[in-house]
C-alpha cells in the first residue's frame, strides 16, 4: 500500500508546473510541448490551396447535417400531442449535444470542427487561425445551416412552418437581456471547453485528450441546451439560429435575431480571453 501511494505521487508531480506567468509565458524553451505559433492575420497563399476549399466544404457539409438532425428532432417532439410519447427535451439536447460530438470527431482532422461561428471567432481571436479562413469557415457554416433547415422544411412544410421551424426566440417571460446572458455563457461554457479540450499543454501530458476531445465539446452543447431551451431555445452557434430564422422567416423570428450573434461573439471572446490570458497566460500576438 505504501509503494502505490509513492507511485500515485510521483506520478501526479511527474509533469511539474514549467510556464512562467504572463508575457514570458512564450519565451521559455525548457518546457514538455510545443506552441503552435499564432496564425497571421492574413494569409493569401491559403486561398490556391486546396486543403483550404477541402475545410470549407467539410464546415459547410458538417453544418448542414447537424441543423438537419437537429432541426428534425425539433420537430418530432413539435408534432406529439404529448411530450411523453417523444425524446423530449432531453431528447433535443442530446440531438445536438450528439451530432456535435459526432462531426467534431469526423471532421476535427480536416477542418478542425468548428461547425460553429462562435467557435470560428473565438480560435481566431486566439491566433489559432487567420482572417481570410476564419471569414470562408463562417460564409460555409451559415450556408450549410440554411440548406439543412431547408431540408427539412422541404419535407414536411406544414409541420415545419406550424412549429416554429426550430427558430431560436426569446421565451415569454424573459427579457431580451436574460435572453442575451444566457447566449453569452452558454456559448462560453462551450467555448472554453473547446479552447481545453484542444490544448497543446494537455495533450502533450495527458496522451487521452486529443482522442476524447469531441467527447467534452459534445457533452458541453449537451448541458447548455438542457439549461437554456426554455429561455432562449439555445442558439450557442449563429449559423444555427441563421439558417432556422432564413428558412422559417416569420418576423417574430428575426425580432430578436441579434442576441443569437451578439451573445455568443461576446461569449466565445470572453473564453478565449480567460483561456489565453487567465489560464495559459499566453499573450495574444502576432507571429514575426
Not at 451530432?99 to 467534431?104: D, E, N, S
Not at 422541404?154 to 437581456?177: D, E, I, S, W
Not at 441563421?242 to 461569449?267: C, E, K, Q, S, T
Request: proline share 5%; glycine share 12%.
Amino acid at each position: 500500500m505504501e509503494g502505490k501511494e509513492e507511485d500515485v505521487r510521483l506520478g501526479a508531480n511527474k509533469f511539474s508546473e514549467r510556464q512562467p506567468i504572463g508575457t514570458a509565458a512564450q519565451g521559455t524553451d525548457d518546457k514538455d510541448y510545443k506552441e503552435p505559433p499564432p496564425a497571421p492575420l492574413f494569409e493569401p497563399g491559403e486561398l490556391k490551396s486546396w486543403s483550404f476549399y477541402r475545410a470549407g466544404i467539410a464546415e459547410f457539409v458538417a453544418t448542414f447535417l447537424f441543423l438537419y438532425i437537429s432541426i428534425l428532432t425539433v420537430m418530432g417532439v413539435s408534432k406529439s400531442q404529448s411530450k411523453c410519447a417523444t425524446v423530449g427535451i432531453q431528447g433535443i439536447a442530446w440531438s445536438f449535444g450528439g451530432m456535435i460530438f459526432a462531426l467534431v470527431y469526423c471532421t476535427a482532422g480536416i477542418s478542425g470542427g468548428h461547425i460553429n461561428p462562435a467557435v470560428t471567432f473565438g480560435l481566431f481571436l486566439a491566433r489559432k487561425l487567420s482572417l481570410t479562413r476564419a471569414v470562408f469557415y463562417i460564409v460555409m457554416q451559415c450556408l450549410g445551416a440554411i440548406c439543412g433547415a431547408g431540408v427539412v422544411k422541404g419535407f414536411q412544410q406544414g409541420l415545419y412552418m406550424g412549429n416554429g421551424g426550430g427558430a431560436n426566440v426569446v421565451a415569454p417571460g424573459y427579457t431580451k437581456g436574460d435572453g442575451l446572458g444566457a447566449e453569452i455563457v452558454g456559448t462560453f461554457v462551450l467555448v472554453y471547453t473547446v479552447f481545453s479540450a484542444t490544448d497543446a499543454k494537455r495533450n502533450a501530458r495527458d496522451s487521452h485528450v486529443p482522442i476524447l476531445a469531441p467527447l467534452p465539446i459534445g457533452f458541453a452543447v449537451f448541458l447548455v441546451h438542457l439549461a437554456t431551451i426554455p429561455i432562449t431555445g439555445t442558439g450557442i452557434n449563429p449559423a444555427r439560429s441563421l439558417g432556422a430564422a432564413v428558412i422559417y422567416n416569420r418576423d417574430h423570428a428575426w425580432d430578436d435575431h441579434w442576441i443569437f450573434w451578439v451573445g455568443p461573439f461576446i461569449g466565445a471572446a470572453l473564453a478565449a480571453i480567460y483561456h489565453q490570458v487567465i489560464i495559459r497566460a499566453i499573450p495574444f500576438k502576432s507571429r514575426s
